[in-house]
């Protein structure tokens, strides 16, 4: 599991708009193939094999395996299910868990595929296939509530604020950047979430201040809040597949693909928080006016829409009658990247003096260069039974790098805008390695039988900095950001793993009809984020009570099931 500190770090690269991370170079370059329920049941181990709509994304020869020309559609469901717990400050005592589920339509795959004979020597077809295929899936709905008296959002939001003059918060630009003051703090500032105690020392509106000791101004939560965090990322990326592949004596495949990634991915995330007993949260307004804290939410929103291309090359070779191998390389994905973000805050008191606030729409475009691709594979047929098949597939996500869509190119600089992004690439990305198992048993009377089974590394690595500490990618970026220098020496893989199994069933009909159905269950290595910045917070006696935030664990799974209806002629 991802230690706190890795996952909320991850989660405040979110909050930071305009400002690309490391990590969501990685989050758009990933793979997560669907397919066709044929080659989804098969765990997607078809890069020997071939003879499948679904299996042209994996190697561009495989269209040429078929012996007729085919078009099929294959529509989906995707179902995820997430548990999550709550604890009160960080990871120290997480409680229960609960379980939110999400479902979601789409359409995995749907192409064609055109076969033309040859009477020349040595050749025998060739092929020409359009194809839309899908190559991930981020449906993910998280909800987790929990109690606690030791700090507050807005207690959060407050310390963020300490030392910023009241007059910046009158910002008007959506990209952050008036005064570099974020429009979390400015939304806070407006919707009457927190307010000046004096000289530029904020409080937020659920902290009652008092001294301690020693007579020093505190700020403390009087009583308990009830708290909800609610995460909720969807879309999808779809490949668009121009392909065309050669068939040699039927021994020898060989194609090429120019792919067209188009993709649209979302993100909310909602933070609640409600006084459950109100009477312990008094307020007074400069006004004179006094009431009682009730609730108060923040609100975040981002979309990404990010278009791109690659070209990929394989062959598939048949050196005996029961042996099929596969080879595949995938150049770089160079993708251009549109990102639309925005805060919103809200505030109840018991004399409905409420308060909102919204940011504007704030808009950045740039682009990104994704991991090369290499697969290898091997099937081997038994006869008139079924096959077995096994992928072997490594990227290499080190290689990714940021530029801006307006210059910029000198990508390498610490100077550029995204040198220390693309600096924190090399330093904790890897390679990823992912392994596919299928097999397939044929029953009779044109039915068969399928199975998978596969799992994907993470290619985030940890590295050890100058003070002994194994820190991430967004811990190394947030230490430079601040001004400091990391020099960082030995690294290790995370660990984690994306795993999955599949099984399905098929049908083929003496005629041109076929259909197939299979469903396949996704699971992601655990995570743990917290609801808001830590930050040192106080009881009414001055006395520490917490230096970490509620802390959410997650533990997520995704199901996916689908049927291929499909014709040949």
């Not at 990929?312 to 160079?334: A, D, E």
């Not at 290898?376 to 038994?382: D, K, M, N």
Request: proline residues 3%; aromatic residues 14%; glycine residues 10%.
């Amino acid at each position: 599991m991802k230690k706190i500190a890795m996952a909320s770090a991850l989660m405040l690269a979110f909050l930071t708009a305009g400002a690309q991370t490391a990590f969501d170079a990685y989050n758009f370059s990933k793979t997560n193939y669907a397919g066709t329920a044929r080659s989804m049941s098969l765990g997607n181990a078809m890069t020997a094999l071939g003879g499948d709509i679904g299996a042209v994304v994996l190697n561009p020869a495989g269209s040429a395996v078929f012996n007729y020309s085919v078009v099929s559609l294959t529509p989906g469901i995707s179902i995820s299910s997430v548990g999550s717990s709550y604890s009160p400050e960080g990871e120290m005592a997480f409680g229960p868990m609960s379980s939110t589920t999400k479902k979601q339509f789409n359409m995995p795959n749907a192409g064609a595929v055109l076969i033309l004979n040859s009477d020349d020597e040595g050749l025998k077809g060739w092929s020409f296939s359009i194809i839309c295929t899908q190559t991930d899936n981020s449906l993910n709905f998280s909800s987790v509530s929990g109690r606690t008296n030791k700090t507050s959002m807005l207690g959060s939001l407050a310390a963020r604020m300490d030392g910023i003059a009241e007059e910046w918060f009158a910002a008007t630009d959506a990209y952050t950047m008036d005064n570099h003051v974020s429009w979390d703090l400015v939304n806070a500032y407006r919707s009457g979430q927190v307010s000046n105690m004096y000289r530029n020392y904020y409080i937020g509106n659920n902290q009652l201040d008092g001294t301690d000791s020693q007579g020093r101004t505190i700020k403390y939560v009087p009583d308990y809040l009830s708290q909800n965090s609610e995460e909720y990322y969807y879309g999808t990326k779809n490949d668009i597949l121009l392909n065309t592949a050669f068939n040699f004596n039927d021994n020898l495949y060989v194609g090429m693909t120019l792919g067209i990634p188009v993709s649209r991915y979302r993100y909310s995330s909602n933070v609640y928080e409600a006084a459950e007993n109100p009477l312990s949260f008094p307020v007074k307004f400069d006004s004179g006016s006094a009431t009682y804290f009730k609730s108060a939410t923040y609100g975040y929103d981002y979309a990404a829409n990010y278009d791109g291309i690659y070209a990929k090359l394989g062959l598939i070779y048949r050196p005996v009658k029961f042996l099929r191998l596969g080879l595949t390389f995938q150049s770089p994905t160079l993708y251009a990247i549109n990102e639309f973000w925005s805060y919103t805050s809200n505030v109840r008191f018991e004399n409905n003096s409420n308060g909102s606030a919204t940011s504007p729409e704030g808009q950045y475009s740039y682009c990104l260069r994704s991991p090369y691709q290499f697969s290898v594979g091997a099937a081997l047929t038994l006869g008139n039974l079924g096959f077995i098949s096994a992928d072997y597939e490594l990227a290499d996500y080190s290689i990714m790098s940021f530029r801006d869509r307006h210059g910029d190119y000198n990508v390498g600089s610490a100077y550029s805008t995204f040198g220390l992004t693309n600096d924190a690439i090399s330093k904790f990305y890897g390679v990823s390695h992912a392994l596919r198992l299928g097999a397939e048993i044929r029953v009779g009377a044109g039915l068969s039988l399928r199975g998978g089974y596969g799992f994907i590394t993470d290619p985030s690595l940890l590295r050890k900095s100058s003070s002994g500490y194994w820190i991430d990618a967004s811990e190394y970026e947030s230490i430079i950001e601040s001004g400091g220098s990391e020099p960082v020496t030995d690294k290790k893989y995370t660990g984690d793993r994306t795993r999955f199994f599949s099984f399905g069933l098929g049908y083929s009909s003496a005629g041109s009809f076929f259909a197939d159905i299979a469903a396949k269950r996704t699971t992601y290595a655990s995570d743990t984020y917290i609801l808001y910045d830590n930050y040192y917070a106080d009881d009414a006696q001055g006395e520490l009570v917490a230096s970490y935030a509620p802390g959410a664990r997650i533990e997520r799974s995704l199901w996916n099931v689908s049927l291929t209806l499909g014709w040949r002629f």
